[in-house]
């Protein structure tokens, strides 16, 4: 499912395995696919590589993580369903969003 090995995704397969998957990689998006949503095809980068022609980031899993933990802390512990997880990462991504364990991120990443 990275870069690498060529395989794309699909985000919402993508956040169904976020806890499985390193923090250290970064999700890709088309340049050209706006919105974002949950069937948006994805590319998984780690941090240091180039983003292919193309491609953009959108996310680090990392930060991922913690819009998905902010998100429960403020629906008291509920768990997002699959399409309002991927809806609020994308939300946070898009809009430069902060997390409350995370004030900067988001912004310049």
């Known amino acids: 499912m990275t870069a690498d090995d060529g395989?794309?995704?699909?985000?919402?397969?993508?956040?169904?395995?976020?806890?499985e998957l390193p923090e250290d990689l970064v999700i890709s998006v088309p340049d050209d696919r706006r919105p974002v949503d949950a069937?948006?095809?994805?590319?998984?980068?780690?941090e240091?590589?180039?983003q292919p022609r193309g491609w953009r980031s959108l996310l680090d899993l990392?930060?991922?993580?913690?819009?998905?933990?902010?998100?429960s802390a403020r629906r008291e512990?509920?768990?997002?369903a699959l399409d309002e997880a991927c809806a609020a990462i994308v939300r946070?991504?898009?809009?430069?969003?902060?997390t409350?364990?995370?004030?900067?991120?988001?912004?310049?990443?």
């Open 7 to 19: 395989e794309l995704s699909i985000l919402r397969e993508v956040v169904q395995q976020l806890d």
């Open 39 to 46: 069937l948006t095809p994805v590319l998984l980068l780690d």
């Open 48 to 50: 240091e590589d180039e």
């Open 62 to 71: 990392l930060t991922a993580r913690d819009v998905l933990e902010d998100w």
């Open 77 to 80: 512990g509920r768990t997002p």
């Open 92 to 98: 946070f991504a898009e809009e430069g969003g902060t």
């Open 100 to 109: 409350r364990d995370n004030p900067m991120a988001g912004h310049g990443g």
